[in-house]
């Protein structure tokens, strides 16, 4: 059985910074793209970014680009996500995801062709920054 678990979700000051993390069991993490989503209440679900298993590509979301970075350890079936100088704005359930293809999980992150690019969820952490 497949399981994302997520962990490093908390609440933190604006300008602030939180680290979540993503282990993977149950495959072989390294095959997979991965990548994280956000929901806020009242709003959809979005994408934030994503990483290739091949580390060298990665895709930001603009609201995400120049604060967060994606990256990932193979050996140890994990993905990261580092948040810097974050915002209020950034208060969402964040969630890991896993996509047998690399473009599909991109396109899914740009909030095009819904989520179909995504093929296993983790369950959510909450991330909370006060002003």
């Known amino acids: 059985e497949v399981q994302l678990v997520e962990s490093g979700g908390g609440l933190v000051q604006a300008g602030g910074s939180l680290r979540l993390s993503c282990t993977a069991s149950?495959?072989?993490?390294?095959?997979?793209?991965m990548g994280w989503f956000r929901q806020a209440p009242g709003k959809e679900r979005e994408g934030v970014s994503c990483?290739?298993?091949?580390?060298?590509?990665?895709y930001y979301s603009d609201s995400a680009k120049g604060r967060f970075t994606i990256s990932r350890d193979n050996a140890k079936n994990t993905v990261y996500l580092q948040m810097d100088s974050l915002k209020p704005e950034d208060t969402a359930v964040y969630y890991c995801?896993?996509?047998?293809?690399?473009?599909?999980?991109?396109?899914?992150?740009?909030?095009?062709?819904?989520?179909?690019?995504?093929?296993?969820w983790g369950e959510g952490i909450q991330v909370t920054v006060s002003s």
């Open positions: 149950g495959f072989t993490s390294n095959r997979f793209a």
């Open positions: 990483i290739s298993f091949i580390e060298g590509s990665t």
């Open positions: 995801a896993a996509a047998s293809d690399y473009m599909g999980l991109v396109i899914s992150t740009m909030g095009m062709g819904g989520h179909g690019g995504v093929d296993y």
